[in-house]
């Protein structure tokens, strides 16, 4: 399984140019989009991202 987590204010890799291609290129991905999130989502917003992780790992 996979989770692509992409933050949709990424200024350094844009989400459509990324996130929504990586979770099209690997099958049976999943696209979890963080509306307003940047490009260091995991350390700026590391309590949602967290969640969602163990979130999907218990799946």
Same mark, same amino acid.
């Given at each position: ?10 200024? *350094?890799?844009?989400? $459509?140019? /990324?996130? &929504? ?5 690997? &099958?049976?991905?999943?696209? &979890? /989009? ?11 917003? &590391?309590?949602? *991202?967290? $969640?969602?992780?163990?979130?999907? *790992?218990?799946?």
């Amino acid at each position: 399984p996979t989770l692509v987590m992409h933050g949709d204010d990424d200024q *350094i890799v844009p989400f $459509e140019g /990324a996130g &929504k291609i990586t979770a099209t290129l690997v &099958k049976g991905a999943q696209l &979890k /989009a963080y509306k307003g999130f940047p490009h260091g989502m995991c350390s700026t917003h &590391k309590d949602v *991202i967290n $969640e969602d992780l163990l979130l999907f *790992i218990k799946g």
